[in-house]
């Protein structure tokens, strides 16, 4: 449920120049051709912030988050580094906890203007018909399976006939590796069996056997990964999915109507906090720690195998979008008959590329 203490988190004062990343993502160590290879990487139109910054009056905004992912590293990112400022916003970050599909109600009914969340989990509920809009992508690579060294599976394909663990039965990182799997050649449905236990329970569970792997997000992921000593069998950094982002900034669909401009510099400001990411993981890193409750050092490794550079916009996103909803399709999430085009048009919104 939605945080009732909900505060702003302090800004740093000051209105020094924010530097930006040189380069694009690391190198990856597959690299194949792919449709997202050369999708363009996204820039807010014109320069700087003052191009997207909201004019006129200072715009108040809520805007959801999830205080224990690393995902959203960027939404603190923007608040204590004054990026939200440069836009002209004054966001209260609300921490929820809830479910998916009552975040994006609380999103779709004006109780909050926007959210950060992952597209695996938000496209079914948006297929239901939740009036939110993405309008850009944030970042991919946070999604990774893992098995016990010594028990000879290296491959998704060695998981066929086995048990799988997961947090929920609707986890983003169980959709994309049955997506995976399918892909590899399994039968999501007869090859695996996925049981659900709590995320900190999930190594235990692989070490009495209940289960023989388990798919998890960051931080928890790499984190039990490092303490257990797992083998890390797959992840979303692999392949096509090397381009291809899984997080998301998700606005309300009345807020795009109705001030267009406060949704395109919530937009720019979360693309920029992206980029000072991608350039300072450690400094990143030490301001996400109060609430991961871990190590700097372990947060900053996360941060940097993470593509914080890949966050396409416009119709770059829109064929992001598609191709989930297609895999979507493969593992009987999204209705068969739905037309991915449409959905994917029907769910975005590019607020940066039309004058606010």
């Not at 990112?77 to 921490?95: C, H, K, M, P, S």
């Not at 998704?156 to 892909?183: E, H, Q, R, W, Y």
């Not at 396409?312 to 399709?329: F, H, N, Q, T």
Request: one cysteine or more; hydrophobic letters at 45%; proline letters at 6%.
């Amino acid at each position: 449920m939605i945080d009732t203490n909900r505060r702003t988190l302090l800004r740093a004062a000051g209105t020094a120049a924010l530097a930006l990343p040189i380069g694009a993502m690391a190198p990856r160590a597959f690299a194949p051709a792919d449709p997202f290879a050369d999708q363009p990487i996204c820039r807010t139109a014109g320069e700087g912030p003052a191009a997207a910054a909201a004019p006129g009056q200072r715009r108040k905004l809520k805007l959801t988050w999830n205080a224990n992912g690393v995902c959203t590293v960027g939404v603190p990112v923007a608040a204590t580094q004054g990026i939200f400022e440069r836009y002209n916003l004054d966001v209260e970050l609300i921490n929820f906890g809830g479910s998916t599909d009552q975040l994006l109600e609380a999103i779709a009914t004006g109780k909050a203007d926007a959210g950060v969340g992952m597209a695996l989990r938000w496209l079914k509920p948006l297929e239901q018909g939740f009036d939110v809009k993405i309008t850009t992508a944030i970042h991919g690579g946070c999604m990774r399976i893992f098995a016990l060294p010594g028990a000879g599976i290296t491959t998704l394909a060695d998981f066929k006939g086995k048990t799988l663990g997961a947090s929920d039965m609707a986890a983003p990182d169980k959709n994309f590796f049955s997506i995976v799997a399918a892909k590899r050649g399994l039968d999501p449905e007869r090859d695996l069996t996925w049981r659900q236990f709590p995320a900190d329970l999930l190594a235990e569970a692989l070490k009495r056997g209940d289960i023989q792997g388990f798919a998890l997000s960051d931080p928890l992921a790499s984190l039990i990964r490092d303490r257990e000593g797992l083998v890390e069998v797959d992840n979303n950094l692999q392949g096509e999915y090397a381009h291809r982002a899984c997080c998301v900034l998700g606005v309300s669909g009345s807020l795009v109507k109705q001030d267009r401009a406060a949704a395109r510099a919530v937009t720019a400001a979360l693309l920029e906090a992206q980029d000072w990411v991608q350039a300072r993981p450690d400094e990143a890193a030490a301001v996400f720690a109060p609430y991961a409750k871990a190590p700097v050092p372990a947060l900053a490794a996360m941060l940097r195998s993470h593509t914080h550079g890949h966050h396409p916009v416009g119709s770059a996103l829109r064929l992001e979008l598609a191709a989930y909803i297609d895999e979507l399709k493969t593992v009987k999430v999204i209705r068969p008959n739905t037309d991915s085009t449409r959905l994917s048009e029907r769910i975005h919104a590019d607020v940066l590329s039309t004058p606010a």
